[in-house]
């Protein structure tokens, strides 16, 4: 009798599935192998008109149609691009409340492939009638992006970016028009609720035609700029215009601070903004 005697059946023939080591009394020993990957690809949606309405081809049905399909990664985003000329959306309080991205979707907002653009933003999100306390656009999903839009009249803050961290605001007006003239929203311009690593502004110049440029943040209710809490760490603030107008000549203050930091919020980085203007600091 042999003792302990092995056989290997030769895995190369069977499939992957099914590719085992046997031994000796019926005992099996599983090869693990990694699985393919399989990623659901990011999607483009389209804005191809500016009403305020669940109508495809709007930015709140686009908006609502990448929230629910969340296909988009921090690596591989979806998109969300303008195709119309220039223009402004009155956000209305009639059909669904504010515009925003999910907790669980992430996006690139792309204003500046809207036909003209050359460096100034040329849609506008009006909340004149929004409603009491709306917040012009709300990002919750993380590793977004906005870029070329104007945010102006909602009474609550102009950008609200809070939960998932990680997302950049550039080449945007919030609280002036797309020609520059005071619109200020209610509240801040952009307010980081417990949010981290998020990027406001660049080191590119405003006005870049490429779209990566910083953002003029002028003539908000509150602070230009509002980084709140414990959570909110890591973030940057980088060659904005906070209190002037778009060139930096005049001001068009905001009514308190231009970036306030408070109730916990450490280890955030300001620099190379001009912040001049504002109600106090």
């Not at 023939?13 to 031994?23: F, G, I, V, Y």
């Not at 490429?210 to 943040?217: D, L, M, P």
Request: hydrophobic share 35%; with cysteine.
């Amino acid at each position: 009798m042999l003792s302990r005697m092995r056989w290997f059946r030769r895995s190369a023939q069977l499939p992957k599935a099914n590719r085992l080591t046997w031994l000796s009394g019926c005992r099996y020993r599983p090869t693990f192998e990694q699985l393919e990957d399989r990623c659901v690809p990011s999607t483009t949606y389209v804005v191809t008109n500016l009403l305020d309405t669940n109508t495809p081809g709007t930015l709140r049905s686009e908006l609502s149609l990448a929230n629910a399909s969340h296909t988009g990664t921090a690596a591989s985003p979806d998109l969300i691009q303008f195709t119309t000329g220039a223009g402004t959306i009155s956000v209305n309080s009639i059909n669904g409340g504010p515009l925003a991205l999910a907790s669980n979707e992430v996006a690139v907002i792309v204003g500046t492939t809207a036909t003209g653009y050359n460096g100034t933003p040329l849609i506008a999100l009006d909340g004149t009638l929004a409603g009491v306390g709306v917040d012009g656009l709300t990002i919750s999903g993380g590793s977004s992006t906005v870029k070329g839009l104007a945010v102006i009249n909602f009474s609550g803050n102009g950008i609200r970016l809070d939960t998932n961290g990680g997302n950049t605001i550039l080449s945007s007006y919030v609280g002036i028009t797309t020609a520059g003239a005071a619109a200020g929203n209610g509240g801040y311009g952009i307010t980081i609720v417990g949010s981290a690593g998020n990027t406001i502004g660049s080191t590119t110049a405003i006005g870049s035609p490429n779209g990566q440029g910083a953002n003029v943040i002028s003539g908000n209710g509150k602070d230009g700029v509002e980084i709140f809490g414990s959570g909110s760490t890591g973030n940057m603030v980088l060659g904005n215009r906070i209190g002037t107008n778009v060139t930096g000549t005049a001001g068009i203050g905001n009514a308190a601070n231009g970036i306030q930091i408070t109730n916990g919020a450490q280890q955030n980085t300001i620099s190379g903004d001009v912040i001049s203007g504002n109600g106090a600091n």
